[in-house]
């Protein structure tokens, strides 16, 4: 059975599901539905509690909303180096060439082809 077998065989299933709850409530369960509610309301009288009601001012601490210039202008780190490790490994590289750590990371790095 493909899905669309089964999706038209569900629609069906339902349309004649509410089709026969429709007619039934209709025609064989008419004398059972109430007219009016079974229980009368009753008003109640609040205005003493009303009275004694003071009202108390909820402060909640709101974060400043950032604009888009203070937010790029916030650090955020990613994982990468911090710039106290990254200048010795440069300074070494300056001196090393690509015989240091961070030479041959560079170097593995310009032989990863760019993702497209």
């Given at each position: 059975?493909?899905?669309?077998?089964?999706?038209?065989?569900?629609?069906?299933?339902?349309?004649?599901?509410?089709?026969?709850?429709?007619?039934?409530?209709?025609?064989?369960?008419?004398?059972?539905?109430?007219?009016?509610?079974?229980?009368?309301?009753?008003?109640?009288?609040?205005?003493?509690?009303?009275?004694?009601?003071?009202?108390?001012?909820?402060?909640?601490?709101?974060?400043?909303?950032?604009?888009?210039?203070?937010?790029?202008?916030?650090?955020?780190?990613?994982?990468?180096?911090?710039?106290?490790?990254?200048?010795?490994?440069?300074?070494?590289?300056?001196?090393?060439?690509?015989?240091?750590?961070?030479?041959?990371l560079l170097a593995d790095w310009n032989e990863v082809p760019e993702a497209a």
């Amino acid at each position: 059975m493909t899905f669309g077998n089964l999706l038209t065989v569900v629609f069906f299933g339902y349309f004649f599901y509410y089709v026969g709850m429709i007619t039934y409530d209709q025609f064989f369960k008419k004398d059972e539905l109430p007219l009016e509610a079974a229980v009368e309301e009753e008003e109640i009288d609040i205005s003493s509690e009303a009275a004694e009601f003071h009202p108390k001012d909820i402060v909640k601490d709101k974060k400043k909303e950032l604009t888009k210039e203070e937010e790029s202008e916030q650090e955020v780190m990613s994982g990468g180096i911090e710039i106290e490790e990254l200048i010795p490994k440069v300074d070494e590289l300056a001196e090393k060439g690509k015989d240091c750590p961070f030479g041959k990371l560079l170097a593995d790095w310009n032989e990863v082809p760019e993702a497209a």
